[in-house]
């Protein structure tokens, strides 16, 4: 270089990245949820995590700094979170910027580079560490505060330069967030051989004081929600990266030194995870998470070499993101990582997926350097024109020695104070129109975001769209170009939108002109939100932070009937509720208004798709009855076709990422077709879940058939099909077994045989068929410890098909566990939707057991283990109690006969004491006397009769057991068909669902009440029976 040659110190100092974690407070959706803290901190470095599934289980993380901020505080006046109390641990923002803050400082000032990343999942509290909310300021804005204030103290022989400059990476593309133009593709990166990677044409603004700064951040956060709105990206897939270029200038000693700070707002980190697309063709298709995955990958890598390990390639070129920071990481910089994490049980997985994440970052080395430069002798104005010379900044020497061809350093200030002067007309002017004018008020996502961008609605009618030419332009996904009109007139706002353009009030959709109330809520298109802030006579000291994003969505579900209890979380009353039924919820609530946009692409791309939330086994239950996990899945209808798709959460947030790259091609004037393959909107047609049917199977158990019309209950608990099904317990030759084999204990099957069969004989009413008669079905079902799924036939265009499917199962050794199986469970049927060119569902049945007559086996535990010399007794227990019980009733008759024996024996040597010396003549009478006596004990023919009516009286038992458990298994499907009966969104069939309910319960009790009369009965007249019988025997 000409102006002066650069030094560094000659040996790097190496420095580990400095990793802080910080747990959050509950947010209000975790709150409402009842969530549980799962997060503790031992000391100021300890971070110990709790899996809520197994509270044994914990795991502990040591870092460098570990800051409690969950509980514990309070608002000053200022509205800034403090300590409540001295004994309080917790950590404040001031508590954070003093020790990562005032780190950052100290290393400018002695001529480090610094870098700070926030790594956390979405909402995780990342941007307010980084920025703040309100008076409570984040370290960004307490860097640049406590910079200038230190400057203001310094000599006067010395000259101090700033700039400033903020970007967004978003899909790869960089925008610059201090410039209103927008590049098609985004701002280019461009390598240099001596400065490594810059942004070319990046805005870096010279500051001379906070409040320039203060601005300017203002300015890009109102840039950044604008670009948010207008190409439908959630600023939770972006990263922001705001660089402070501090360089010092010694003019006495031509030397300067010379610091660029780096301050990164990652992406949520959510989005990193590889199940993101887990079960999709289309892996790793997107660019959203492009940037953080490979983050991730070169932290990975410099861990392992920090190790010892061996790692040929540090993958920094993988991405924008990785070549901007390669200087942070391993290179020239002293950088620190926060981590930010949720206390809630719900978050775990991401919880602890971020303090693995942070534990590999601090095992990271870098080596950083002072940055100096020493200066050619010659004039004042020359050494004035070396803005920020040539240190190892990277990305903002290039833009600095850009500006210093423009001039002196003291011109480029003024240059920038004018922009300044006129950007802060521009606010001081919105906000006096905020204290006359009632205005539209934007609700973001990003907290950071709200309240960023008005509208005022002047007297007089307004159109709002995406048109030029309206009074109010708005941009977002589904805004029409003449969106809805705005009337303001005599103190009254109404809105009135345009043929089919959507705007939902306060959850309620509306087509209607419709007047608005201060602070009502306001959906324009699929999805932007607003605040409607009405006249200042109307406001009062509301707290606007409550109307967040998630107020809209829970407002939104909450009018479509979606609830934590319709989703099953409370059992009854105030019982605790269900971890996995909150996250069900929280998905719902968060995937609502990604659905909304996803269709919206699709409309306007013409795709003709068509998606839908569900919720997977909100009405479903396992073999036991017992809740199956809920998870939340996207139904995809394509409309044309009448093709049915279901995708999990997962790969729907995959697709979603595709569709809005897809969308963006669109807006920019891309015609280029897409190849089917590659297509988001599209996928091969699949098999479809339709419901389920629950046949109880407690009749098997006591030897009786069962044949009823059970209903196939589809997610939401509504009936899809009806089965006709028939099992039958059969001889092994297949004949159906009389009631004359009926049991009355199971355990007398122990060990034994059992044969059935189940029948499926026919499906009727299926609404899979009724919307698309070219479509088909097929059933399936699993029983006990059968290794596979047995699948019925396909059946093609039939709404009432013949099944007519049977297949013959055999228990050659019934087990204690089988026979419990049968009292407690089950049989769990599926109802599966075929579409014309999916593979059909079948299954092999060549590894199933089969007996001598071909039939399939079940229970086949204990033959397997029939030849293993450790087998346990614990089978054998049920038997030896069925031989004790036999063995007592045999000893209760003996007892009896041995009583009658010791009362004839008494009765004797009474007779022989009256007798006294007459006992020889009346000894045939006494003989005779004895032998009467001894003809009255039981003889064997009498006690064979007894046997036999006892018999009599135990058939006549199971007879009105088997009736009973018939009429018992009938209302089991009257209490699951009541059970899922929801209530209707229309208010005008409320009162025919509240009739048809009340009638279900009259006919659930009278059933109840008609079976018990009758089992009573049938049992008083068993007890009537042998009353009789036993009369019959004493006398």
Known sequence: MDNGKMMRTPMP???????????????????????????SMDSRATTTIQDPKNPGHVKTFTFDLAYWSHNGFQKDKDGVLISADPTSKFASQRDVF????????????????????????????????????????GILPSVCEELFRTIEKQERNQEYQVTFSMLEIYNEQIRDLLSSTKKPGGLKLREDHHLGFYVEGLKSVPCKNYAQIEKLMEQGTRIRTTASTNMNASSSRSHMVTTIQ????????????????????????????????????????????????????????????????????????????????????????????????????????????????????????????????????????????????????????????????????AHLLEQAWRDWEQQYAVTALERQLTTTLPYLLNVNEDPQLTGVLKYFIRAGS?????????????????????????????????????????????????????????????ILGSNSAYLYIGFPSERGSEDLSRFDYDFFQLERAAVEGVSVHKLGAVSSGDGPADPSVLAAFQDYIKLMPLVAEANQMSEELKKGLKMELKVKNLASSDSRGYDLQKEVMVKVTNQKTCEVWIWSKAKFINRKFLMEELYQRFLDGEDSPVAQEDDPFWDPIETVHLGSAHIWLQSLAYCMQFEDQVAFLNCDGLEEAVLHIHIIPCSPAGQAQSEENVVIDPLELLGKRIDFQIHIIRCL?????????????????????????????????????????????????????????LQTNALVVDLWGLQEGCAELSCSQLDLMVTGEGHIMIDTKKISNVKDTGQTTSNQTPELYLKMLKLQQEMELLRNINRALRKENVLLKESLKKTGSGQQAHQPSNTLKITQMTAQLPSASEINQMCTRQAS?????????????????????????????????????????VYQQSQMLKDFGDLLESSLWKLKNDIALIVKKKKAYLLHIKQ
């Open 13 to 39: 100092s190496t420095d580990s990245v400095k990793v802080a974690v910080r747990v959050r407070p509950f947010s209000q959706r975790e709150k409402n949820s009842g969530s549980k803290c799962v997060i």
């Open 462 to 522: 307004c159109d709002a769209g995406q048109a030029a030419s309206n009074a109010i332009t708005l941009q977002g996904l589904g805004i029409s170009g003449k969106h809805a009109s705005f009337t303001n007139l005599d103190d009254n706002v109404t809105v009135t939108p345009y043929s089919k353009c959507k705007v939902v009030i306060n959850g309620v959709p509306t087509t209607t002109r419709t007047k608005l109330h201060h602070l009502d809520r306001i």
């Open 98 to 137: 003093r020790d990562i803050g005032r780190g950052i400082l100290d290393s400018a000032w002695q001529g480090y580079n610094a870098t700070l990343l926030a790594y956390g999942q979405t909402g995780s509290g990342k941007s307010y560490s980084m920025i703040g909310f309100g008076a409570d300021k």
């Open 246 to 409: 501090f360089k010092q200038v010694f003019l006495d000693r031509a030397f300067t030194k010379q610091s660029s700070i780096n301050l990164v707002d990652l992406a949520g980190s959510e989005r990193q995870k590889s199940s993101g697309s887990e079960g999709d063709r289309l892996k790793e298709g997107s660019r959203v998470n492009l940037s953080l995955t490979n983050l991730g990958n070169v932290i990975s890598a410099l861990a392992d070499a920090a190790l010892g390990k061996r790692v040929l390639h540090i993958p920094y070129r993988d991405s924008v993101l990785t070549k901007l920071l390669q200087s942070a990481l391993g290179g020239n910089s002293r950088t620190t990582l926060i981590a930010a994490i949720s206390p809630a049980d719900i978050c775990y997985e991401e919880t602890l997926s971020t303090l693995r994440y942070a534990e590999r970052a601090k095992k990271v080395r870098n080596k950083a350097v002072v940055n100096t430069c020493t200066l050619a002798r010659g004039s004042k104005a020359e050494s004035e024109k070396l803005l920020l010379g040539r240190g190892n900044s990277g990305v903002a020497e290039h833009q600095l020695g850009t500006l210093a061809a423009q001039g002196t350093w």
């Open 765 to 821: 009413g299926i609404k899979w068929l009724k919307e698309d008669a070219k479509r088909g079905i097929q059933i399936s079902y699993r029983i006990y410890d059968l290794p596979i799924t047995l699948y019925t036939k396909p059946v093609w265009k039939v709404v009432n098909p013949q099944i007519e499917e049977s297949l013959h199962f055999t228990a050659v050794n019934a087990s204690w566990e089988f026979l419990n199986y």
């Open 953 to 993: 009286c135990d058939g006549d038992f199971a007879k009105a057991l088997k009736v009973f458990y018939q009429s018992m298994n009938v209302a089991r499907g009257q209490f699951l068909r009541l059970r899922q009966y929801t209530t209707p969104e229309d208010d005008q069939m409320l009162r025919p669902f």
